[in-house]
T-cell receptor, first 111, second 112 residues
Framework: SQQGEEDPQALSIQEGENATMNCSYKTSINNLQWYRQNSGRGLVHLILIRSNEREKHSGRLRVTLDTSKKSSSLLITASRAADTASYFCATDGHGNNRLAFGKGNQVVVIP | DADVTQTPRNRITKTGKRIMLECSQTKGHDRMYWYRQDPGLGLRLIYYSFDVKDINKGEISDGYSVSRQAQAKFSLSLESAIPNQTALYFC???????????FGSGTRLTVV
């Protein structure tokens, strides 16, 4: 069964604004990963946060993880039109060794 | 060349036909995966392989089979295609830690 489940959002924001999306999961994890998918293309790995980490940054991306609430958020700061995509969280499930993906959040950045 | 190559990119086939989707990777990784993507359902794992001799069913393996011909090659077969197997299929590979999967560009399969 899928472990990562994003809040069912479709965000539409203006270029320059921040975009935040959330993910919840059901079981304990080793790590949680975020991926981006441009329309109809393969997923691209963005960032990984381990279960013993609470926050991680990579460029304009900021990921938080709250293991007590089994939730994560992805923040994209100063959004650009090129950030228009679907964003998926994925969890490995403790001892599972394979990723389960959520349903994805669609983000549209308006120039 | 892409790290993960899937062929064909698009395929239309008839109900009852056998079809094979192929995947090859140049990352040198042992782990390979097949996922299916349907609108509103995200990605679901069909089969995965941690090395050439290790094949495992995922959450939706019924109606599918796989073959791991070499470390770099992992093919997915639909023995008798049915319309509800119409979907976007992705192959992926990862290192032994399962960190940062690398995906192919996908095969869009339509069963009519």
């Amino acid at each position: 069964s899928q472990q990562g489940e994003e809040d069912p959002q479709a965000l539409s924001i203006q270029e320059g604004e921040n975009a935040t999306m959330n993910c919840s999961y059901k079981t304990s994890i080793n790590n949680l990963q975020w991926y981006r998918q441009n329309s109809g293309r393969g997923l691209v790995h963005l960032i990984l946060i381990r279960s013993n980490e609470r926050e991680k940054h990579s460029g304009r991306l900021r990921v938080t993880l709250d293991t007590s609430k089994k939730s994560s958020s992805l923040l994209i700061t100063a959004s650009r039109a090129a950030d228009t995509a679907s964003y998926f969280c994925a969890t490995d499930g403790h001892g599972n060794n394979r990723l389960a993906f959520g349903k994805g959040n669609q983000v549209v950045v308006i120039p | 060349d892409a790290d993960v190559t899937q062929t064909p990119r698009n395929r239309i086939t008839k109900t009852g036909k056998r079809i094979m989707l192929e995947c090859s990777q140049t990352k040198g990784h042992d782990r390979m995966y097949w996922y299916r993507q349907d609108p509103g359902l995200g990605l679901r794992l069909i089969y995965y392989s941690f090395d050439v001799k290790d094949i495992n069913k995922g959450e939706i393996s019924d109606g599918y089979s796989v073959s791991r011909q070499a470390q770099a090659k992992f093919s997915l077969s639909l023995e008798s295609a049915i319309p509800n197997q119409t979907a976007l299929y992705f192959c992926a590979t990862s290192d032994s830690q399962g960190i940062g999967y690398t995906f192919g560009s996908g095969t869009r399969l339509t069963v009519v």
